[in-house]
């Protein structure tokens, strides 16, 4: 117990001890900080200058270490294109029918597009690919092609891609009683299913560029397989389609009222395409009546881009990029019409016309001679062109039969005049090139009429009413020249029909022979000589006149992304191949260092 009274009395002494010592030691640093900065404060007012000046030293120190913390962070972000947003294109003439195969208006062209794919279509660098299509497949002979689909293909309802649909496609093309607008004649190709993913394509006679034939959509079998071919163009499926594109159909709404526009098309995202998954979220396309709205509303802004022909120079926001296609635009001279049957009055046309008048508008880059591009066939041997020389012009068309009356005038034998209809579509530049062309034809003597069809306006169908009765003496006109040189189509006599594409109505045996040979040739040598032939006598028959290579004018509102913009299109159509890389969402993103 005096052991336990002991330690206790010893913690209390430390206690007491520790509290002293504390209490010295707030007493000796209150008077430290009295001594020190209590009394000194009085001191601030005669140094407040230096303290003012290192209190905002301190604070400059602090901002700029902030702003470089923000500057560092900015240098490693970058704005990246993300998977969203939404992309409106605007486009002419109205969607009667979103039916590919009966597309004729620059819309219904697009929706094409965007709604199917082809089994075969150009890719970026101008050689063709393989869409729909896995490969396509050249027996020895060159006569039958093997075309196989890719595995796991689906409509955009669910349901499989199959060889029912190559085959059902081509049969409706074929028959004449649907009367589809796609330009590929498969009548003399016999159609064999092979198995569910396959079908043999036996031509008649030996094609090696068949796969070029390919770049046609299909349609579901299981859809429209048992409507007659006359009752296709009828069927729902022409507002409703089913389809194998990119994307596929949300929504219509019409235009009108206090809208310039017709209607504007909403598409989403197809989740069963093949390809990629498309970035943009929707892809919707506004129709117009005129190019003027069209340029209204990009300068709005309320359209992201066109491929249509407007005036937006200068436009703030709006960039345009012009690419080069694989097409051109010629003077046909109907070779059937009483004034021009006559290859010596035809010659005097290609004489007398002052060509660089004509294209005064067209860059001379883009000046086309011929219907084959150096880009197609390197090696041809390009015949050499009469010059202008209107008197020379003159002499051949009294030689082709024709004569001048007193008054300066072209007649017949008959003493009629000689007179010239000539036809072209409502879209610049080709409309001002014929309207040129047609002075220069009234120069050298003809009664000359131009008609302008404006195939926008409603019951215009500029293919039924001109083009396939051939209604017109000479038509302004702009062609796909194709992936390959193969002019065939539009130059043989098996074309020349009101359902081919021979808008010349042109006849020449060993023209015919030329062509025919340089398509089913497997040699090469061979077929750079029946192409040299062919334009030799393509030249003496003039069966119509090159104006000017295509080309598209592409224009768009700054923060999107488009086609790529070293793609070697085709036609205008094929900027929407790579439509999946397409976008117009944008965030910002840290670079990978």
Partial sequence: MKKLDKSVGKVKKRNKEILTRANEFGEKASDHFSALFIQRLKNVREVRLWVVEWALLILVVLLLAIVQIFWYNSSYKMQAFVAGGEFTEASLGDVKSMNPLYATTNSEKALARLLFANLASPDKSGHMKMELAESATMSKDGRTWTVTLRDGLKWSDGEPITADDILYTVKLMNDETAKTTVAIDFSRIKLQKVDERSVSFTLPTAYTDFTDSLEFPLIPAHILGEVSP??????????????SGAFALKAVQPGGGNNRFLQTIYMKRNENFFGNESKLASFNLRSYEKVEDIASAMKEATVTATAEEVELSDTKGVNRRTTLLNGGAFAFLNTKSPALKSSAVRRGIQQGVDMSAVRAEIDEMRWLDYPILETQEANLEYPELAKYDLEAAKKLLVDGGLKYNEEGRLCDEAGSLAELRLAVRKRQPIQSVAERFKEELQQLGFTVSLSVFDDTQPNMDFFASVLRPRDYDVLFYEID???????????????????????SNYSNALADDALLTARTSLDASLRETKYNSFLQRWVNDVPAIGLYQSAMNYYYQDGVRIFSDDALLTDVWDRFGDVEYWASLQEARMQTP
């Fill in 230 to 243: 006359a009752l296709v163009y009828e069927h729902d499926f022409s507002s409703n389609p089913v389809g």
């Fill in 481 to 503: 020249l194709g992936v390959s040189a193969d002019p065939f189509v539009y130059y043989s006599s098996t074309q020349a029909s009101g359902g081919g594409w021979n808008f």
